[in-house]
């Protein structure tokens, strides 16, 4: 099985105590997951763009216990103890102990802040999930540092340097790790595109983590932006969890599948070419294809609010009348996010104050752009 290779050999270094702090993105899905199979398997390929400025800050201190029983952790968001979020952490520490056999030698304090609102309605998983995962790599690095130095300066070839850390594992494992937190984490390690799942068109692809996109990419798409419209701040009304169980039985669950696979086929020429066209096309069909799916689940839901279908009709509208090349796709909630390329900040900056601020929540909005991955602090 493809996952045993991210099961440890017996680690060598012994360490006491310490801390890690990583800061690591939100990612918002062009392509999107939604559908899983057991042990956070995606039903279908996804793709996202990495954020830059939506990110979550985690500090993960450690210090060896006395006996090897059972979890022991605390958690924190801003200096605040949160002992609810604990069961999601025991849950996520539960999956991946196979992969990271310290976890019950060690209590770990989790130090958490988020550059964004926690009540904003942005699902902080992808980056609260992918940051905690690095600090638990980076304690895994300090635990087998001689050992991996062994075995990788082995597989080398004469005249390559020698890396105390094979990078490219680092990374892989994080991100599988991620995924057990929170499927969409896996895509918020690196940037600017990542890819989770495998498609037939995108070699290395894979079901067990994020990888980035490997194609050519045109210049139209650098420096995209996402502008986060808060439509609604509150609690979620359907987990992703729940949502994704929705698809179990769905009668349209296995065309949809399919659908992901060929948008993620024809999005391959688009980035390529840069057809901002035809990019819009398979980018509002995805974010709209998501909540049909709600839809027409049983139960159903509808998580778009008035507002967001008003956002959405003025963007078109304003699209009609300029030729500009905005376009929206949705999460699993009713927030807007505004895509544009760098180009035309100015015109659909202007065009968000004026026309579209007025439909978020007291006002607010996050303006982000597309990012590269995360940072070890
Ligand atoms: C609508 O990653 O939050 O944002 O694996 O259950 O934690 P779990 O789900 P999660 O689902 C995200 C769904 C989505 C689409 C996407 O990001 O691809």
Known sequence: MAEE???????TNSVEKGSFTWASPSNIALVKYWGKKEHQ???NPSISFTLSDCKTITKLSFIKKDNNNGFSFDVFLDDEKKDDFKPKIETFFKRIEVYLPFLKNYHFKIETSNTFPHSSGIASSASGMSALALCLMSIEKELVTSDVTLSTSTALSAGTVERSFDEDYFIQKASFLARLGSGSA?????????VWGKHKDIDGSSDLFGVKYPFEVHKKFKN????ILLVDKGE?????????????GHPFAQE???QAHSHLSSLINILKEGNLDNFIKIVESEALTLHAMMMTSMPYFILMKPNTL?????????????????CFTLDAGANVHVLYPENECEQVCEFIKNELVAYC???HYISDRIGFGAKLL
């Open 310 to 326: 008003e956002i959405i009709n003025k963007i078109w509208l304003f699209r009609e009348k300029t030729g500009s090349k905005v």
């Open 224 to 227: 995209y932006q996402d502008t």
């Open 5 to 11: 290779r991210f099961i440890p050999k017996p680690y």
């Open 41 to 43: 398997i995606p039903e």
């Open 256 to 258: 949809r599948f399919k």
């Open 361 to 363: 929540q007291n006002g």
């Open 186 to 194: 896996c895509r918020s390690l690196e940037g600017d595109l990542i």
């Open 236 to 248: 979620k009304q359907v987990s992703s969890t729940v949502g994704h169980n929705l698809m179990h």
